[in-house]
């Protein structure tokens, strides 16, 4: 069975061209033309995946992914965007978006990250947990379907995270992150090997993607009078640690 897309852009163009592209790709292609259909096609017939367009009239994408959220619904979400601020990508971080693509985009970029997150959606159905990279033994504590480590709690099978008491409230992509540095905590993973396990693909030296989400997670961990936990080793990439 081909996997479905439900895609919404308001730009006939950009449209026409992305569902073309998707359905010689092999995927089962629904295209609306903006918010209020998105969410009724959604609602209707849910898809594998979605890709939003951020700027549509009435209701855009970033509020189709808030409503989605809200409902419940962990359908993957890629966002197009011609926003390039950092602040606007957090915006769609935070409204529940698992990735985001700024235009113009090349199309085989948009191809990749829809394999990742279809990729981590089919792993996560059959049970399967990213692969961590080695640790030591005492790094972190874990039992059947939890990770603990530095402070932070994790139950992976219902994807829940504490840091101390506090429940974190994480996108698809934050704790899936957060998961393999609390694996790995004391050793600095590298940012190709944390794209590789993260999305599946490396998108480059250029590409801000893993720094964004670094930075909204650190947002979500900090608190007041504790340490700072997730640390940059410049040059290198990242790693968990309580100083």
């Not at 936990?229 to 968990?240: D, E, N, Q």
Request: charged share 25%; proline share 6%.
């Amino acid at each position: 069975m081909p996997q479905t897309v439900l895609l919404a852009e308001d730009d006939r163009a950009i449209r026409h061209a992305l569902e073309r592209a998707l359905t010689l790709e092999g995927y089962e292609v629904t295209a609306v033309a903006d918010g209020v259909e998105a969410l009724a096609q959604a609602h209707r017939t849910p898809p594998d995946v979605l890709v939003l367009d951020v700027m549509m009239p009435g209701i855009d994408g970033l509020q189709v992914c808030r409503v989605l959220r809200a409902e419940g619904d962990r359908t993957p979400i890629l966002m197009l965007t011609a926003l390039v601020e950092t602040v606007d990508r957090i915006a769609g971080l935070d409204a529940g978006a698992d990735d985001y693509v700024v235009k113009p985009f090349d199309v085989e970029e948009v191809f990749a990250r829809l394999r990742a997150l279809l990729r981590r959606t089919g792993d996560r159905a059959a049970g399967a947990t990213p692969a961590p990279a080695p640790a030591p033994a005492a790094a972190a504590k874990d039992t059947p379907g939890q990770v603990a480590a530095a402070g932070i709690r994790m139950d992976v099978q219902a994807r829940r995270a504490w840091r101390g008491q506090r429940e974190l409230e994480l996108t698809r992509t934050e704790f899936e992150l957060l998961e393999l540095l609390v694996r790995n905590t004391g050793i600095v993973l590298d940012h190709a090997t944390i794209y590789d396990r993260i999305w599946g693909y490396d998108f480059g030296p250029g590409s801000k993607n893993l720094a964004v989400y670094v930075g909204y997670l650190r947002r979500k961990l900090d608190q007041p009078g504790a340490p700072a936990l997730i640390h940059t080793v410049r040059g290198v990439g990242y790693v968990l640690r309580e100083d």
